[in-house]
């Protein structure tokens, strides 16, 4: 079968969707039964809330395309992750999205915004759970690699993505302030923005990266060569500056033993 074209929204182009809503909700709530094993009586409750995870989201989209008809992003389910947000959706009463690398994972109003940077592989499923409990009361968001979800040709050097992910920061907060974090690989990328956007973060966050002492005592620097198209040995040619100088903003990194760092 081919696969349906996809909208900015994250549902399918041409899908018709001509159910009630009402219709709409309990074929999702079946959908959610099957994959998660619960009945689902809100239409409010978050699937990630019900301990659904990355894998049990793609089985998830995987039986609304067989059931509905329809192609769902993993973007769309991170940003609309009831079956209330799911039904307006499909139905196309949900906003648009312009192409973004920007996931929303918490809405606020108020509050200084965080951007958090995905790690090596390039999805931000891992940060849903993070986000919806991050502190403070302003929204919380994910910056995923591009192409992860179409046919983009994916960034292959980091000054392309310190350039398109500044963009993507500048659409939703043309003047700052916002917080940036990321873990592993993409704590390193929060860092280096910072360093270039000094006067737009007030705070960085980082999570097991490995910014400091040997850049050879984990196997990240191959994944930084690769991503990068820079030696870690060229100390002075990284976005930002070296990795091991600090960002100048308040900075927490958050490491284990386990981390190898």
């Known amino acids: 079968t081919c696969a349906l074209p996809i909208s900015s929204s994250g549902a399918a182009v041409g ?16 959908i959610w039964h099957d994959v998660l094993g619960v009945e689902v009586s809100d239409p409010r ?6 301990h659904g995870d990355s894998l049990l989201a793609i089985k998830m989209l995987s039986r609304v395309r067989e059931r509905l008809g329809v192609a769902l992003t993993p973007h769309a389910l991170i940003s609309n992750p009831t079956i209330g947000d799911l039904t307006r959706l499909l ?7 312009a192409t973004s690398p920007v996931v929303r994972i ?3 109003e108020r509050g200084t915004p965080t951007f958090f940077v995905h790690p090596v592989g390039g999805s931000v499923f891992c940060y849903t759970g993070l986000g919806r409990r991050w502190p403070g009361d302003g929204a919380f968001y994910a910056l995923q690699a591009r192409g992860i979800e179409d046919d983009a040709a994916p960034l292959t050097t980091v000054e392309e993505l310190a350039e398109y992910y500044c963009e ?14 990321g873990w592993s690989l993409g ?8 360093k270039m956007l000094p006067d737009k973060v ?5 999570l097991g990266s490995p910014f400091a002492g040997d850049p050879r005592a984990t196997n990240a620097w191959r994944l930084y060569e690769f991503t990068s198209g820079h030696k870690v040995d060229d100390r002075e040619h990284h976005m930002g500056g070296r990795i091991s100088d600090p960002p100048p903003v308040p900075t927490t990194a958050i490491y284990s033993r386990t981390d190898g760092i």
């Not at 899908?15 to 079946?30: H, K, Y």
């Not at 409750?45 to 019900?50: C, I, M, N, P, T």
């Not at 993507?168 to 974090?181: D, E, F, M, W």
């Open 45 to 50: 409750v978050s699937f990630f809330d019900l």
């Open 168 to 181: 993507a920061l500048r659409r939703i907060q043309p003047r700052g302030p916002y917080h940036l974090g």
């Open 91 to 97: 139905q196309g009463q949900a906003p648009s999205r």
């Open 15 to 30: 899908a018709a969707i001509d159910f009630t809503p009402d219709r709409l909700q309990r074929l999702l709530g079946e």
């Open 202 to 206: 007030r705070l960085v966050v980082t």
């Open 187 to 194: 704590g390193i990328y929060a860092r280096q923005l910072a």
């Open 106 to 108: 918490r809405s606020a």
